[in-house]
C-alpha cells in the first residue's frame, strides 16, 4: 500500500496561551484621556476605567466596582476620585475607596487594582503581569526625542478591534514573503534580530512594478511613486512596536515613525492603534506637510486591512510548513513566549540572541519574471 495519506502535512494549533502576555501595553494617546471624562477599555479579559485626576496625571485602575459591580467608568470624575454611578462610592487612582457619600465609614478592604501606568511618546501605557509584578526597570520603551522638537507632525492616530489572537500581529515581524503578495512591495534586503525583550526587522524594499502601491497613488493631483522604502520595526515587549520609516516619494526623502501597538481584549481578540508621525519637510508649507501626513498615514492604513483580510479567513497554526526563504517564524515565536511564561520559567533560547538575513538574491530575480509576464498580461488586455 502506498503511503501517501501519510504524507500529507496535517496543520496542528493548540487553543492560544490562556494568559496575556507581560509588558507594556499602549492604551492610546494620553491627551484623549485628560476631557474630564472617565473612560472604559475592555483588556487583558476584563475591564479598566481611566481617569486623569486634578493635576492632569492619568490613573487606570478595574473597571467594576467592588461594591456592586458597577463599570466604574460609567461613573464622574470628582476632584481627584472616580465616583461610581451606582451608589457613588469614590475611588482614587490608588485604587483605595476615599467615601461613601451616605456612610461615616469606609470599609479597611474597599479598594481596586490600580494597574501600573506610564506615558511616553505622548501615549498611555499600563504594565500587565499575572504574576503582579511591578515593572521591570530593564523593559523600557524609548523616547523618540524628535517628537517633542517640532520636527515631525502630531500622531495621525487610529484604532481598530481586530477579531483574532494577536499573534498573528507578531508573526509579521518575520514573514518576509507576505509583503510582496499581501502589501504589494517586495523586500530586497530583510534581516531579524531578536534579544532579550526586543524584536527587530529591518527591511528595504520598493513597490511591485505592476501594481500600484495600496492609498498612495495621488499627491496633490499628480501620481505618486515610491522608489525605494526603507524600515527599520521594533518590537519594545509584546506590544508596542516603533517603526522608522523612510522612502524616496517622487524624488523627495520622507521620514516617518510608525507606532503598531495592541492590546488583548481577550484570547481572540485585541485592539490595533496605528500611529504615524511624519518629518515636515522645510522647504513644504504647513498644508502641503499635512497632506504628505495624512496620504502616508492612509497608505499605512489600507496595509493593515490588507493582513486584515488574511487574518479574516486564516486558521491559526502552531507549525507552518517553511521554505527555505522564509523568515524566523519559529525563532520570532519562541521570542514571544517568554512574555506568557512567569518569569522564573524563561527560557535562554527565548531571549538570546538570533540574529539572520534572510537571502533573498533568487527570489528577487523570481519576481522580477513573475512581475514582467503580469505586465505582459496586462499590456495585451
Ligand atoms: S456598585 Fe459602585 S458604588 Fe455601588
Ligand atoms: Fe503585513
Known amino acids: 500500500m502506498a503511503a501517501v495519506e501519510n504524507d500529507v502535512r496535517i496543520i496542528k494549533a493548540d ?3 490562556q494568559r496575556f502576555a507581560r509588558g507594556w501595553h499602549c492604551l492610546g494617546l494620553a491627551d484623549s484621556f485628560r476631557d474630564g471624562k472617565a473612560h472604559a477599555f475592555d483588556a487583558f479579559g476584563t475591564r479598566l476605567a481611566i481617569f486623569a485626576d486634578s493635576t492632569g496625571k492619568l490613573h487606570v485602575v478595574d473597571g467594576y466596582c467592588p461594591h456592586m459591580g458597577a463599570s466604574l467608568a460609567d461613573g464622574e470624575v470628582k476632584g481627584d476620585n472616580l465616583a461610581c454611578p451606582f451608589h457613588g462610592w469614590q475611588w482614587g487612582g490608588d485604587g483605595k475607596c476615599k467615601a461613601i457619600p451616605y456612610a461615616t465609614r469606609v470599609p479597611p478592604r474597599a479598594r481596586v487594582k490600580s494597574w501600573p501606568t506610564m506615558e511616553e511618546n505622548k501615549q498611555l501605557f499600563v504594565w500587565h503581569d499575572v504574576e503582579g509584578s511591578l515593572p521591570d526597570p530593564a523593559v523600557k520603551i524609548p523616547r523618540i526625542e524628535e517628537l517633542f522638537t517640532g520636527e ?6 487610529e484604532t481598530v478591534t481586530i477579531n483574532t489572537n494577536c499573534r498573528e500581529l507578531i508573526d509579521n515581524v518575520a514573514d518576509v514573503a507576505h509583503f510582496y503578495y499581501v502589501h504589494g512591495a517586495r523586500a530586497t534586503y530583510f534581516k531579524n534580530t531578536f534579544e532579550k525583550h526586543v524584536a527587530r526587522q529591518e527591511m528595504r524594499g520598493k513597490p511591485r512594478a505592476d501594481q500600484q502601491v495600496a492609498g498612495a497613488t495621488e499627491f496633490g493631483g499628480s501620481a505618486v511613486t515610491i522608489e525605494e522604502l526603507y524600515s527599520v520595526a ?3 515587549g509584546p506590544a508596542y512596536m516603533i517603526d522608522q520609516l523612510s522612502s524616496t516619494v517622487n524624488g523627495m526623502k520622507v521620514e516617518a515613525y510608525l507606532i503598531n501597538c495592541h492590546v488583548p481584549i481577550d484570547h ?8 504615524l508621525a511624519v518629518k515636515k519637510l522645510p522647504f513644504l508649507d504647513d498644508e502641503m506637510n499635512a497632506q504628505i ?21 486564516k486558521c491559526r497554526i502552531d507549525n507552518p510548513l517553511l521554505c527555505e526563504v522564509d523568515g524566523p517564524i ?17 527560557a535562554p533560547d527565548m531571549v538570546d540572541k538570533f540574529e539572520v538575513e534572510v537571502d533573498l538574491a533568487k527570489s528577487n530575480q523570481l519576481w ?12 495585451a488586455e
Open 234 to 236: 521594533t518590537y519594545y
Open 15 to 17: 487553543r492560544p496561551p
Open 268 to 275: 481572540d481578540s485585541f485592539i490595533l492603534h496605528v500611529g
Open 368 to 379: 522580477d519574471v513573475e512581475e514582467a509576464a503580469n505586465a505582459a498580461a496586462q499590456a
Open 330 to 346: 519559529y525563532q520570532l515565536r519562541r521570542w514571544y513566549e517568554q512574555f506568557y511564561v512567569d518569569v522564573a520559567d524563561i
Open 152 to 157: 515631525y507632525s502630531e500622531w495621525i492616530w
Open 293 to 313: 501626513a495624512q496620504m502616508y498615514a492612509k497608505g499605512n492604513r489600507d496595509g493593515f486591512f490588507q493582513d486584515v483580510a488574511v487574518w479574516k479567513t
